[in-house]
């Protein structure tokens, strides 16, 4: 059975699954379970983006020192690739990890810093867990920086091994990460599956993150056969729905609220899906020449119930303790309630951010 969805339908299910809706999440777990992963970026305009994700879904109560305890004690979190994902994904995620392809470049690194990597395993098996910079760079062949790492080989190895399955994050301090070796890190009482079978539960996984997409191994990670085949009204494309979020349409609405989203919050990631849907051609600012740019270095897009409204253009500065709004940009005209809801969650972020609003008229 085919899925007959109207553009508002399929909004709400996203927003819904991108926990966005006016029913709130309890905990920083929740959240990570339901949306698979949390970007880890330091672009700090108003909070890293793994901050504004969390308060963007919690709100008010949601405090930073959460996120720390939920990786570092509590170990329901674990970092890989960028992101805080829930532990429940790590077994689904393993098999994939352990047989990842590589490209021939990275294969022949490896293959010719063989003793290197005996290196950083045995110093990280010996005296784990460690920062990068307290082991010895001993690479026969070294890559050249390239803009994302330096000339020091360690952290490259660090990564490559964490993305086989074999190191792994255990936790920071501030934003240099500490290592160990997976064995040694990752419970040891985790269920274990095939490749094809947790290839299609983390399909599963996120298709329930995303609540509707188009299948699509790179862009969703939702395959053909994940979840039922969805058309929405005035598109040609052919989705795939997770049920359960058929199921909740049933529902009633609750209305919605505003929410202002990080330019890397995980909702944003598929750009074509958001021209398709929520009709928002969404560009992001902070590579482009200042004079090119129209809302702001790091403007975050405002969403209000289903539909995207403007662009928050402000930053926090902390020397003064105050949070400047430089522009809130009205994609459409704002109603008299509409401005008071965008302003009332603009005191509500410098309320959390312990700072002053300055800026608004």
């Known amino acids: 059975m085919t899925h007959r969805l109207t553009r508002d339908q399929?909004?709400?299910?996203?927003?819904?699954?991108q926990l966005l809706d006016a029913e709130r999440p309890g905990d920083v777990v929740e959240v990570a379970e339901q949306l698979g992963y949390i970007k880890i970026d330091p672009t700090a305009t108003i909070a890293p983006c793994e901050q504004t994700v969390l308060w963007s879904r919690i709100g008010w109560s949601y405090e930073p020192g959460q996120l720390q305890k939920a990786v570092e004690t509590d170990r329901l979190l674990f970092e890989?690739?960028?992101a805080f994902r829930p532990v429940?994904?790590?077994?689904?995620?393993?098999?994939?990890?352990?047989?990842?392809?590589?490209?021939?470049?990275?294969?022949?690194?490896?293959?010719?810093?063989?003793r290197f990597r005996g290196d950083v395993l045995a110093r990280l098996r010996a005296e784990g867990p460690l920062l990068a910079s307290d082991i010895p760079d001993t690479a026969q062949v070294s890559r050249a920086p390239d803009g994302w790492s330096g000339s020091?080989?360690?952290?490259?190895?660090?990564?490559?091994l964490s993305r086989l399955g074999v190191t792994a994050i255990v936790g920071r301090e501030g934003r240099h990460r500490r290592w160990d070796l997976a064995e040694r890190a990752y419970p040891h009482d985790m269920p274990e599956?095939?490749?094809?079978?947790?290839?299609?539960?983390?399909?599963?996984?996120?298709?329930?993150?995303?609540?509707?997409?188009?299948?699509?191994?790179?862009?969703?990670?939702?395959?053909?056969?994940?979840?039922?085949?969805?058309?929405?009204?005035?598109?040609?494309?052919?989705?795939?729905?997770?049920?359960?979020?058929i199921a909740?349409?049933?529902?009633?609405?609750?209305?919605?609220?505003?929410?202002?989203?990080?330019?890397?919050?995980?909702?944003?990631?598929?750009?074509?899906?958001?021209?398709?849907?929520?009709?928002?051609?969404?560009?992001l600012e902070q590579f482009k020449p200042k004079s090119q740019r129209v809302y702001g270095f790091f403007a975050h897009p405002i969403l209000m119930g289903d539909r995207f409204v403007g662009m928050l253009d402000a930053e926090l500065d902390r020397a003064h303790d105050v949070?400047?709004?430089?522009?809130?940009?009205?994609?459409?005209?704002?109603?008299?309630?509409?401005?008071?809801?965008?302003?009332?969650?603009?005191?509500?972020l410098g309320e959390w951010l312990g700072v002053a609003v300055a800026g608004l008229a």
């Open 80 to 82: 890989l690739d960028g």
């Open 248 to 283: 909740a349409l049933e529902r009633e609405d609750d209305g919605g609220r505003v929410a202002f989203l990080n330019p890397y919050d995980s909702l944003l990631f598929d750009r074509a899906r958001l021209t398709e849907l929520f009709d928002f051609t969404y560009v």
């Open 193 to 245: 599956y095939g490749a094809e079978e947790a290839s299609a539960l983390l399909a599963e996984r996120r298709l329930q993150a995303a609540g509707i997409t188009r299948p699509h191994r790179y862009w969703s990670g939702v395959a053909k056969t994940t979840g039922e085949p969805a058309v929405v009204e005035g598109s040609e494309w052919r989705f795939r729905v997770d049920p359960e979020a």
């Open 10 to 17: 399929a909004r709400r299910i996203v927003v819904r699954a």
């Open 323 to 348: 949070l400047r709004v430089n522009a809130v940009h009205e994609l459409v005209a704002f109603e008299p309630e509409e401005t008071e809801m965008v302003r009332a969650e603009i005191d509500a």
């Open 88 to 114: 429940s994904m790590l077994p689904l995620m393993l098999p994939g990890m352990r047989s990842r392809p590589l490209r021939e470049s990275t294969k022949e690194w490896l293959q010719a810093n063989d």
């Open 152 to 160: 020091n080989q360690v952290p490259i190895m660090l990564d490559l």
